[in-house]
């Protein structure tokens, strides 16, 4: 080979789910009955008025090139919708459109970090997080979320990295939280608030699970005094609408920052079609019935896979508060085994039966501090999910199998205990 990848490129890491799903995939096409709760996917049909909007788009040919930071009309309908919902006075300036959510996150870290910046990441993380900021020759700087509190980022992690960090200048700040489920509250987002505000330091509000809150409603930073300008929020239509292949999200940002955002999409992607912005338009004005019904079904799944989970010896949930997914501490388990977490999510997959598995995630997918957890999204029929709860306790009896599958796969050989505290 003559070309050389840049070290960046050597060393990028992916969203794991993606590649569990693939393994997943490839499994059910060999015949093997896998339930999967790997991946963050509704499992229900994008809302009605989404699809019609879409089907009459598409017959209207409206099929062009449209302004880089969206369709004018779509990006009033964003505004109106994050006033009406969450108490963010936004106006059509605020938004800017893109394929999902995403992409946001890049762009944000192009905004403000320069080389030897410091970022400040709330661990266990989305995955993406890192390569972009990576991507800026920035430094990510983790800080644990821990079960004892919720999974709520601490705000005095927050102001000993603004105060000691040499050049701390940005937040990844995700609430509902993927992928523990924890939610930030109004009076964290006060505080957080009260500790950035006026400081040359960003913050990236990552919001697409802003309808899966199950015990009060979502809360924005948008929402606290100032933060307009010191804050990008990001949003999309795949969990709250079921549209994840139409690949659509927007942010909400003052003037400024969305300008800035504006220009990056019109260097890089040109624009979102247009066909899709129609569609997510009609979602955002006529589907919330559907969409709150639906909530409620996830809702549902939730509790189930919570409940059943929990019922499980060594393994410990807390009660579900947002998102669809479910983060149980199995540290007990591994140890017992002598397995890591992701080994253990693998096993279940591929090690522990040979004509059924579970797909899930090892909490270490997320970062260090998922070391000991598992993640299991909910997007099955229930009583898939119950079958998968059912096997679990039997797949954690065949220690033939686990060693069998360490034997084969050291890799995921657990040699420090995780603490069980």
Same mark, same amino acid.
């Not at 199950?214 to 804050?231: A, F, I, N, V, Y």
């Not at 589907?287 to 499980?312: C, H, P, T, Y």
């Given at each position: 080979m003559s070309v050389q990848l840049s070290e960046f490129a050597k060393g990028l890491n992916v969203e794991t789910a993606f590649t569990v799903l693939a393994v997943a995939k490839q499994l059910k096409a060999k015949g093997k009955d896998v339930v999967e709760l790997e991946i963050g996917d509704s499992p229900f049909d994008s809302t009605a008025h989404a699809k019609q909007s879409g089907a009459k788009a598409i017959t209207d040919n409206c099929s062009h090139y449209c302004p880089s930071p969206g369709l004018p009309e779509f990006r009033e309908a964003a505004a109106n919708f994050v006033k009406a919902e969450f108490g963010i006075h936004a106006l059509a300036s605020n938004v800017v459109v893109a394929p999902g959510a995403k992409v946001f996150e890049q762009f944000f870290c192009e905004a403000f970090l320069n080389p030897g910046d410091g970022c400040l990441v709330f661990s266990p993380y989305f995955p993406t997080y890192v390569p972009n900021i990576l991507r800026r020759n920035a430094r990510p700087v983790y800080a644990s979320l821990k079960q004892s509190n919720e999974f709520r980022p601490l705000v005095s992690d927050i102001e000993n990295f603004l105060n000691t960090d040499p050049s701390p200048k940005a937040i990844m700040l995700n609430s509902p939280h993927n992928p523990t489920g924890g939610v930030t509250t109004e009076q964290d987002l006060r505080d957080i608030a009260d500790l950035v505000r006026g400081k040359n330091v960003a913050v990236f509000s990552d919001e697409p699970y802003c309808h899966m809150v199950? =015990? @009060?409603?979502?809360?924005?930073? %948008?929402? !606290? /005094? @100032?933060?307009? +300008? !010191?804050?990008m929020a990001a949003y999309t239509f795949s969990k709250s609408y079921s549209m994840s292949g139409w690949r659509l999200g927007f942010c909400v940002a003052g003037n400024a920052i969305a300008d800035a955002t504006s220009k990056m999409v019109n260097t890089t992607l040109s624009c979102t079609p247009p066909i899709v912005q129609l569609a997510g338009k009609a979602a955002l004005e006529? +589907?919330?019935? *559907?969409? +709150?019904?639906?909530? %409620? =079904?996830? &809702?549902? =799944?939730?509790?189930?896979?919570? *409940? @059943? %989970?929990? &019922?499980? /010896? @060594?393994?410990?949930?807390l009660d579900p508060t947002s998102t669809f997914y479910v983060f149980p501490n199995v540290a007990p388990i591994c140890?017992?085994?002598?397995?890591k977490s992701h080994g253990l999510a693998l096993y279940l997959l591929d090690g522990a039966d040979d004509h059924f598995g579970v797909a899930c995630l090892g909490g270490e997918c997320f970062g260090d501090a998922g070391q000991g957890f598992l993640r299991f999204s909910c997007a099955e029929p229930n009583d898939r999910i119950q079958k998968a709860i059912d096997f679990l306790p039997q797949a954690f009896a065949r220690t033939d199998r686990v060693q069998a599958y360490l034997d084969k796969n050291p890799q995921f050989r657990l040699t420090t205990p995780y603490s069980e505290g």
């Open positions: 199950w =015990k @009060g409603r979502h809360r924005s930073l %948008l929402e !606290q /005094p @100032g933060m307009m +300008d !010191q804050c006529r +589907d919330s019935v *559907e969409r +709150d019904a639906v909530m %409620l =079904k996830f &809702r549902e =799944k939730v509790v189930l896979l919570n *409940e @059943g %989970l929990n &019922r499980i /010896p @060594g393994m410990k949930t140890n017992k085994l002598g397995i």
